[in-house]
């Protein structure tokens, strides 16, 4: 059996379980299970099958043994926000409800107008930008909806959090994914008690919060009877862009950051937060990090709306269109002339019936040329995307006030060079692209720290340089 480390990285369509190790000093990745994942309707509400996702972690773990490997550690990492609650028996109080769910809408409104918060004082106490879908806005829709729900609960477990403890048996919130919650406070890095209190949400369901590269506990007994070994469950960045900002090779400290993949992370890695009124104007969010280090960052729609395009286009002719395609259409709707830049922001891209609907309103209602095709569709997306980035780094100068001088995108729209391009010609910077698995590599540094294969995050991040290829993008 072959020593390893396991990165259990779960995303908001699929999951992969990826055996790190590190040969030579260089870090070596084999993917052992995939299983999809997906938004349900239950009970009124868009909602995670949390029993099948627990079921597909451990799975995964006995793949990674059939397959011979017997990892020495194990992290989690998912999507931000979404939570379980568990009540005294550690049974679940509810749906594990997830965050393009419409409950949440008006949320912050009905705060501001109560009286009981105003998103600038709720900004500056935990740094972090307004989604509709924060965790904060879920909780006191619950109450306002069914504050039963809360008053059973005796735990609150973030997905990754409920996903550790299925497999060892130990509670506990972990820094990166519980910063998204505008919960903690930006300067403390613990639970805010005042903010808790005045939206009467139970103090004593939240965890003692622990900071990535702490050892959790072991696999329980039947988790080992099931997987056929043994392993220490470590806490890693446990929000997936925390993870994936850690893959990030930058070469100095003028680098903006970028995770592409479903949701596209832009940003910079900070020692301080800024919870200014004019960085909450901009929304700009001060996500925690690794080493209690600071994601100050946009979240800009990303490729959930090409994947939703390709998606709808599949189900019309039969056949989805492959990346390529995609990208082979943009190219040539470009050549023919076709132009259409939208606001990739719009709220009406968050959950749409029809993502082709969709662009097609936005761009009338703008003035724009509408798409009509496969190449504008996929044009209009990529165009707008790249123009969003241009904004938000220029937003970024503004509020560090730092000359940036590369942009280095990590994930898996890394592999789309037609998209690179069009970033580094229109933000006018170089554009380093790679690795795609981002997230992985980094839940894996952590692990790879932890177990001593490399002393710093500097040099784990100076072995992905030598272990992965880095494309150039330079602007024209």
């Known amino acids: 059996m072959q020593k390893c480390h396991l990165a259990i990285d779960i995303g908001a369509s699929s999951g992969r379980h990826i055996v790190g190790r590190v040969v030579d000093g260089r870090m070596e990745l084999t993917e052992v299970y995939r299983f999809e994942n997906g938004l349900t309707r239950h009970g009124g509400h868009l909602v995670w099958d949390i029993d099948t996702l627990a079921e597909n972690v451990i799975a995964g773990l006995a793949a990674a043994h059939e397959q011979g490997f017997t990892p020495a550690t194990i992290g989690i990492d998912t999507w931000a926000v979404d939570y379980v609650l568990l009540d005294e028996n550690d049974e679940r109080t509810g749906d594990c ?15 501001e107008l109560s009286g009981i918060l105003s998103f600038e004082e709720h900004y500056g106490r935990t740094g972090i930008q307004y989604q509709q879908f924060n965790t904060a806005y879920q909780l006191c829709a619950l109450s306002r909806d069914d504050r039963g729900q809360l008053e059973a609960a005796r735990s609150f477990l973030m997905v990754p959090d409920y996903l550790n403890w299925v497999l060892c048996g130990v509670k506990a919130n972990e820094y990166t994914n519980a910063s998204t919650t505008a919960l903690v406070n930006a300067l403390t890095g613990d639970w805010d008690e005042e903010l808790i209190a005045r939206l009467n949400l139970p103090r ?28 220490e469950v470590v806490l890693v960045a446990s929000h997936d862009t925390g993870s994936a900002w850690l893959a990030v ?11 592409s993949g479903t949701w596209s992370l832009m940003g ?27 994601r100050y960052l946009k979240n800009i729609m990303g490729l959930w709306m090409i994947q939703n395009v390709r998606k709808e286009l599949g189900a019309q002719s039969g056949e989805a269109p492959s990346w390529g395609d995609l990208v082979a259409a943009a190219e040539d709707a470009r050549a023919a002339g076709f132009s259409c830049v939208v606001d990739a922001d719009d709220p009406a891209f968050l959950a749409p019936a029809s993502m082709l609907a969709a662009l ?27 123009a969003d980035y241009a904004r938000t780094v220029a937003q ?35 554009v380093f692209a790679g690795p795609t698995e981002g997230t992985a590599l980094g839940n894996l540094m952590v692990q790879f720290i932890y177990s001593g294969k ?23």
């Open 268 to 294: 910079v890695e900070l020692h301080e937060p800024i919870c200014t009124i004019q960085s909450a104007g901009l929304n700009f969010t001060n996500e925690g990090g690794y080493e209690k280090r600071f």
């Open 249 to 259: 090779p930058a070469r100095d400290e003028r680098a903006v950051y970028l995770s």
């Open 204 to 231: 004593g369901i939240f965890q003692d919060i622990r900071m990535p590269g702490a050892a959790l506990g072991r696999l329980r007994p039947d988790i080992v009877d099931r997987v056929g070994f043994n392993a």
């Open 97 to 111: 409800v997830g965050y393009r769910d419409s409950r949440t809408d008006g949320m912050r409104d009905a705060l």
């Open 360 to 386: 097609r309103e936005v761009a009338a209602q703008a003035g724009r040329q509408v798409p009509q095709t496969m190449g504008e569709y996929a044009l209009t997306v990529y165009d707008s995307l790249a």
């Open 454 to 476: 490399y002393a710093s995050l500097e040099d784990a991040r100076a072995a992905i340089r030598a272990s992965f290829d880095i494309e150039e993008y330079q602007p024209r």
């Open 396 to 430: 970024l100068r503004e509020q560090t006030g730092v000359g940036y001088t590369s942009i280095n995108i990590v994930g898996g729209g890394s592999a789309n060079a037609y998209l690179n391009q069009a970033t580094a010609d229109i933000c006018g910077l170089t």
